[in-house]
């Protein structure tokens, strides 16, 4: 059968499949495919009034400001540094989570723990960042507690060592309830036999845990994590823009937070195009690189 027959078949036997994927092919087209062509501003000097196409060309002029500029190696270490961070500490923490809430036996325990780690995940970001600062100023709950143990007293916020901690932890109290759904739901596939198996030979909770539960979840693990790389340095620019200040610009700001400020307040958006492309194709190299290595380690990967 050639392809196109069988492409033909297919779609008539499963049309209505097909139906219901018109709706999110549409978005992914309308709203971020097409409007990969505004991406071509980078390399112009851009004006609305001139539009995109009638804009002055300038070629790389836009990333050799950037590349040489005096802020270029500042946003790229905060960015790698908060990434890796971020990365090492929040990625395995939902993991963690759901082995630990797989090993409850009470089913009325178990939901009361994922309803209060899930809790975080809804609450309005700007509700959050606002939380945050309470407790970090100078009279706040943690700062407070913090001062027992040989802290200043000062508002945590005004200082730069103190930035990529409280964001990191605040991180992983906002999202690993929420993430470790996915990690429940892979934990909830595995084979019961494998355990019944594992304790016929003599395996105990630790041992079931590392010789089943953790290979069973493993290709949920690496597929998770190939895309992660896909969007290692794509710090969230909302909530650094909500909670950093000039004082710790020297540790908060990022590629992300400095395209927002030379984009929308100094209004040179093919300079900010530029950076953002710039730190598109980083992602895109680090998911070609980790889908790569996790195909030829694991054989678990995207394509």
Known sequence: MSRRKFLLNDLLRNKLLYVMML?????????????????????????????????????????????????????????????????????????????????????????IVQSITYMPYFISLIVICGIIKDFTNSGGLINTLFSYFGGDGKTMLQNPDYFRPIYILSEIWQHFGWESIIYLA??????????????????????????VTLPGILPTIMILLILRMGNLLNVGFEKIILLYNPSIYDTADVISSYVYRKGLIEFNWSFSASVGLFNSLINLCLLVAANYISRKTSENSLW
């Open 23 to 111: 709706p999110a092919l549409a978005y992914y087209i309308i709203f971020h495919y097409g409007p990969m062509y505004g991406a071509i501003i980078a390399f112009k000097d851009y004006s609305p009034s001139n539009g995109i196409w009638n804009s002055e060309w300038v070629g790389l002029a836009n990333f050799r400001e950037f590349f040489s500029g005096f802020y270029f190696w500042r946003i790229f270490k905060n960015t790698v540094l908060i990434s890796i961070y971020a990365l090492v500490f929040g990625f395995p923490a939902p993991i963690i989570l759901a082995l630990l809430i797989n090993e409850l036996r009470s089913s009325g325990f178990k939901r």
């Open 186 to 211: 892979a934990l909830s596939g595995i084979d019961q036999e494998q355990y019944e198996a594992a304790k016929i030979d003599g395996a105990g909770r630790w041992r079931q845990m590392l010789s």
